[in-house]
């Protein structure tokens, strides 16, 4: 990106991905957002993050943990209780 002369990107930071079952979080390897934005700034590159929960419709439930889709209790999924 730097030798495309960009100077920022952004990225997503996916529920599901860094907390895959309920209490259980991870940050290591690939999903290590500080190592991420690290190595971005020792680029020179500026970083947009885009936290969730929900992060965008490309992704399974909007990037929301599959434990949310089966607890009503917690988080309405796309109802239309508004629309009537």
């Not at 999903?31 to 680029?43: G, K, P, R, S, V």
């Amino acid at each position: 990106m730097k030798a495309c002369g960009l100077n920022t990107l952004t990225t997503y930071v996916p529920w599901n991905l860094h907390e895959p079952e309920k209490g259980t979080f991870h940050f290591q390897d690939q999903l290590d957002l500080i190592a991420f934005i690290n190595l971005a700034a020792e680029t020179g590159l500026w970083v947009i993050l885009r936290p969730g929960p929900y992060i965008c419709a490309e992704w399974d439930l909007g990037g929301l943990p599959s434990s949310k889709d089966n607890k009503p209790s917690e988080i309405i999924i796309r109802s239309y209780s508004a629309l009537s």
